[in-house]
């Protein structure tokens, strides 16, 4: 089965095996060499001041972004379920919460951000995804910390990155904390969650707050090459391969490349074959098709051509599916996913197969990816 949903993704064969040794000790010179190592590489895709590698999926990230970074009220963009989901922290910790509310294929703007900011002077901090996973839209989340910024430095920027770090290059400069989770774009198991800090916001974290998800407690162990509690070793070891392994294909510049150009592809075919594409502003992490047959499609792929892709939640299940782009993924199988989804489509009595899918997906791909080679190469 090709498991082509937004998270978990598949790990890759090498990655599995790296992972396969006996326990490793935490606190040992070995496995502290690992977690140095792993560091460095988080510093150069984060590229931001800090990073923490903390036990806990995406979701205990973003609890520690909130409860560290927000004491009064958190602004956070509801386009999604996990836009949602930075509100119920805030409210589960008693903070003050105030929400910028959209349907699901809706990025926020700009405008009503600088506008709920100017009109809560108590606002101090503002979460969004860059991806935000459930309709696969894409927030304008540079520019919104870019003119918060302008208004007020010292509010906090918590970025959710779980389905964009490491598949697109993030501007960094106005933004505080940036998050990711191990099974979306890093190609591993669930279970490890990382952010990437500004030194505004290891400021404001000051002596931190909580116990187990306070961030100075973090920083402080982990600028030592350990953790304040045990570490996730496995995933760290994990980690480090999969790092070493974009480096080894030719670097983040190349993994974004491609991922870039497969995306579009993706895109360009599925449209090619009547398809229509979910969100106003699509995310690179994902490409999300909404069709009155998108259960049936679903089924299809899974029982007929060994494809599992993911469906919609909440109000869009049934409505939408949604198929994964990140990680490194081999184009050939690209190309049997979307082939399998005008077969499909064939089978549902929707158009007569031709293999247009599969012919658009080659011709954009490469096309799109010979202009990037030559725009890298220059
Ligand atoms: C998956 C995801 C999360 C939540 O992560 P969990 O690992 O399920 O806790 C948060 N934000 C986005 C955008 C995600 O895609």
């Not at 996973?133 to 779980?162: C, F, R």
Request: with cysteine; proline share 3%.
């Amino acid at each position: 089965m090709l498991l082509f949903t937004p998270g978990p993704t598949p790990v890759p064969q090498n990655v599995r095996n790296a992972m396969a040794d006996e326990t490793m000790h935490h606190r040992t010179p070995e496995f502290e060499a690992i977690f140095e190592r792993t560091r460095k590489h988080l510093f150069n895709l984060f590229n931001t001041d800090e990073v923490l590698m903390i036990a806990s999926s995406g979701t205990g990230a973003m609890e520690a972004a909130v409860t560290n970074l927000c004491h009064k009220t958190l602004l956070n963009v509801n386009s999604g379920k996990f836009g949602e989901r930075f509100g119920k922290i805030a409210q589960a910790h008693g903070l003050g919460s105030v929400e910028i509310k959209n349907e699901w294929d809706t990025p926020v703007s700009v405008e009503a951000i600088i506008e709920a900011v100017k009109s809560d002077a108590n606002i101090d901090a503002i979460a969004v995804q860059i991806s935000e996973s459930a309709g696969g839209l894409s927030h304008p989340v540079e520019e919104i910390a870019q003119a918060v910024k302008a208004i007020n430095p010292d509010i906090m920027i918590i970025a959710d990155g779980i389905t964009a770090v490491g598949v697109e290059r993030i501007d960094v400069t106005n933004i505080d904390c940036l998050i990711a989770g191990s099974q979306k774009a890093l190609m591993l198991p669930p279970g490890l969650s990382i952010l990437g800090l500004s030194n505004n916001a290891i400021e404001k974290i000051g002596a931190g707050k909580g116990y187990y998800l306070n961030l100075a407690t973090e920083i402080k162990q982990q600028r030592k090459n350990t953790t304040a509690w045990t570490a996730a070793t496995t995933l760290i070891i994990g980690l480090l391969e999969v790092l070493e392994t974009i480096e080894a294909n030719g670097g983040l510049s190349r993994l974004y490349g491609e991922t870039a150009c497969r995306s579009k592809a993706v895109k360009r075919a599925l449209e090619a074959i009547g398809l229509k594409i979910y969100p106003k502003v699509s995310a690179k992490s994902m490409t999300t098709i909404i069709d009155d047959n998108a259960s049936e499609i679903r089924n299809l792929l899974k029982e007929d051509y060994d494809v599992n892709v993911a469906g919609g939640q909440d109000h869009l299940k049934g409505e939408i599916f949604r198929i994964n782009q990140m990680g490194l993924i081999p184009n050939h199988e690209m190309a049997w996913v979307v082939n399998a989804v005008e077969l499909a489509l064939s089978r549902l009595g929707r158009r007569e197969y031709d293999g247009t899918a599969n012919k658009v997906f080659n011709e954009a791909f490469f096309g799109t990816l010979d202009g990037f080679k030559r725009g890298f190469e220059n």
